[in-house]
Every structure is written in structure tokens, then in C-alpha cells.
């Protein structure tokens, strides 16, 4: 995970293949219990499920979540309440999953092992 830490999602609008299925296996090894999902329109995504004691614990993360995708210009789908949070990250302009997907899984995961 270390090497996604380092790096810094790079814009993206369209023009370049998404990861296939052995890089997103590759790529997921790296990062700490993300789901790879295929979604109705066969596009994989990121998905993650978040566990908090209360709904104030939970609004905090997202709005780190939210302060990093700012950084990155990468946002992903976020739904939370009290005590949990759900987060799905994909690339939309390749419609599928890139380098950039798994390098915000990191740092999101960095907020939760820190």
C-alpha cells in the first residue's frame, strides 16, 4: 500500500483502456479489504464497507473522505449514516477501475489505520 500512498491520482477524461481483471487483482493485494464489484452495466468498481460507534464518528470520515478526494480530484460514491459509511470508487470517464482508484482506496484506508 505504501507505493499508492506516494502517488498522487493523475486526471483522467477518457482515451485509455480501464485495468482488466488480473490488473485489478494485482492492484487490489494492495490495498486493505476493497470489494471488487461488477455493477449492473458490467463496470467494475471499489467497494468498501465502514463500521463507527455513532453517527458523528461516521459523518467525520466522510468528511475527511471528501477532503482527500478534494486533493486527488478523484471522487467516489459515498452513502453513510449512523455508524456506517459505504464508499464505491471508479474511474466514470473509462467506465471502470484505474491506478487512480486504488491509490484513494489507500489514503482513505489510511484515515481508518492511522
Not at 4 to 33: A, N
Amino acid at each position: 500500500m505504501t507505493d499508492l500512498l506516494d502517488k498522487k491520482c493523475v486526471p483522467c477524461e477518457g482515451g485509455v483502456r480501464p485495468f482488466d481483471i488480473s490488473e485489478i487483482h494485482k492492484y487490489q493485494k494492495k490495498v486493505d479489504g476493497w470489494d471488487i464489484v461488477e455493477s449492473k452495466d458490467k463496470k467494475f468498481l471499489l467497494e468498501k464497507h465502514f463500521k463507527f460507534n455513532n453517527f458523528l464518528d461516521s459523518q467525520k470520515f466522510v468528511n475527511e473522505v471528501g477532503k482527500i478526494s478534494e486533493e486527488e480530484g478523484h471522487h467516489p460514491e459515498i452513502s453513510f449514516g449512523w455508524g456506517y459509511a459505504k464508499i464505491n470508487i471508479t474511474t466514470h470517464a473509462i467506465e471502470g477501475l484505474s491506478e487512480n482508484d486504488f491509490i484513494l482506496a489507500a489514503k482513505i484506508d489510511k484515515l481508518i489505520n492511522v
